[in-house]
């Protein structure tokens, strides 16, 4: 059984696009996943048509990807930097102080756009809820900062 070259809607323009995008996920991610496994990805790699002036005989001297400058979101990586460090404060103060099955809530004061974040860091937190600038801060909570940028609060 062979894989269909047809797609089932859109524009000749916009199935080549889908194909060309497709091509160009599956060269990258197998050159990427090569060093870790060699003999899957240079099998996979063999199979694919050759677009462009790649005329690497194999995958093992194909030239391995680099970052471009679109691809790397400078906003986003500090952002994402803030969410790591704020989940790690939390988890350290709530171990600090609670056993480890404890499920406190924990109410974040911070100036930064995390709020798309907040799902996702109630999870790595291990908290019960997660506020993000509440109007009062109950008493009865641990403190942990990450530098001037967020306030970490543990309701113990």
């Known amino acids: 059984a062979g894989v269909s070259t047809q797609s089932t809607g859109g524009t000749d323009a916009e199935q080549t696009a889908a194909r060309h995008t497709l091509y160009t996920c599956l060269d990258v991610g197998l050159r990427l996943i090569h060093p870790f496994m060699p003999y899957i990805s240079e099998e996979l790699w063999q199979r694919l048509p050759r677009l462009g002036d790649e005329g690497a005989p194999s ?21 994402m930097e803030l969410v790591k460090t704020i989940i790690h404060t939390a988890r350290s103060t709530k171990d600090a102080y609670l056993e480890s099955k404890a499920k406190p ?43 001037n940028r967020c306030e970490v609060h543990v309701l113990v």
């Open 59 to 79: 995958l093992v001297v194909a030239a391995y990807p680099e970052c471009r400058g679109v691809w790397w979101d400078a906003h986003l990586d500090s952002t």
């Open 105 to 147: 809530e924990v109410f974040l004061i911070s100036s930064e756009p995390i709020g798309a974040f907040l799902t996702v860091m109630e999870d790595l937190v291990g908290c019960s809820s997660l506020h993000l600038n509440p109007s009062a801060v109950p008493i009865g909570t641990a403190v942990g900062t990450v530098g």
